[in-house]
């Protein structure tokens, strides 16, 4: 392991002649110059940073050293000069079936024959990423396939093989079209699974609700504050390329989990969720309201599926 990947700190400045370490581990002071021992390191960081910058043009991407994701911003000072600030990618690839979803819900999603669209939703630093590349890795384990992961930038490190499957990491790139364009091409080369970052734009949206019902098991996450806000916010998302969003999105929605990170009295970390389940009994009049526009009613189905899985 290099000493950059093991040590612990917030953000890494790379300028051409000076490295700042911001929120490094026992260090004096919040920002402090990076340790004369990483020298070596920092050469070979600030020159895979030049060369991936030159190749691709892209002001933000990530690289990977000795298996930890770093992510990169791209500046100029007022000198013209490059600096790169980097930081560690706070995402985890853990076991989904300890996650603590319920059990029906893993069963659901890691089912084989399952096709649709499924939704992380929470706040920033709530650990969506990380549930949603656990899941693509369960289910490239249980079902085998191939999956697509459509990153800006990357932000797990998901490419390689997974039991009996492979993860293909496809570099978003903003000259060659952005999020929209990756995802296409994902779609035209028939992967089983396809886990799209971040929702952030319209194209999107509509491209993935559309492959929610052509046959695609596709995973994604979204800033909501409920599963609500988040199913309302897809479909408003995706409604001026598609004005029947709401009618697609409650036929290819198979479920949407929301969580939050909590401190434990032991001051551990710990994730708390809800989970909205489309495939069950209910899974129908879920539907309708999602079609109907009477998406804040989903509030009591939430809460009846929470109330069962304590039963069961």
Request: net charge negative; glycine share 10%.
């Amino acid at each position: 392991m290099s000493v950059i990947s093991e040590a612990q700190f917030v953000d890494l400045y790379l300028g051409d002649d000076f490295c700042d370490v911001k929120g490094l581990g026992g260090a004096p002071a919040p920002y402090v110059e990076a340790p004369a021992t990483w020298q070596a390191a920092l050469e070979t960081l600030r020159r895979r940073c030049n060369e991936r910058f030159a190749a691709d043009q892209d002001p933000e991407f990530s690289i990977i050293e000795d298996g930890v994701v770093l992510r990169v911003t791209q500046l100029l000072d007022a000198h013209g000069q490059t600096v790169f600030v980097l930081n560690k990618s706070n995402a985890v690839i853990r076991d989904f079936q300890y996650l603590g979803f319920p059990d029906e819900v893993v069963e659901a999603l890691l089912n084989k024959q399952r096709r649709g669209l499924v939704m992380f939703c929470g706040e920033s630093g709530t650990g969506k990423t990380s549930s949603a590349a656990s899941l693509v890795v369960a289910r490239l384990q249980a079902c085998g396939g191939i999956a697509f992961a459509v990153e800006d930038p990357q932000e797990t490190n998901l490419h390689g093989p997974h039991g009996q499957g492979r993860c293909i990491q496809v570099q978003v790139s903003r000259r060659t079209g952005g999020y929209e364009e990756a995802l296409l091409r994902s779609l035209r080369a028939r992967a089983d699974q396809i886990l799209i970052g971040e929702m952030r734009d319209t194209p999107t949206a509509a491209q993935t609700v559309r492959a929610a019902i052509n046959g695609y098991f596709m995973i994604t996450t979204l800033h909501a504050g409920s599963i609500e806000q988040g199913i309302e916010r897809l479909a408003s998302t995706a409604q001026p390329e598609i004005p029947n969003a709401r009618e697609i999105l409650a036929q290819g929605l198979i479920a949407v989990i929301w969580q939050t990170i909590e401190s434990g009295v032991d001051g551990r970390r710990q994730l708390k969720s809800k989970s909205l389940l489309l495939t069950g009994q209910d899974g129908p009049g879920i539907r309708e309201k999602i079609r109907a526009g009477h998406i804040e009613l989903i509030a009591q189905d939430v809460e009846n599926q929470s109330k069962r899985s304590l039963w069961t």
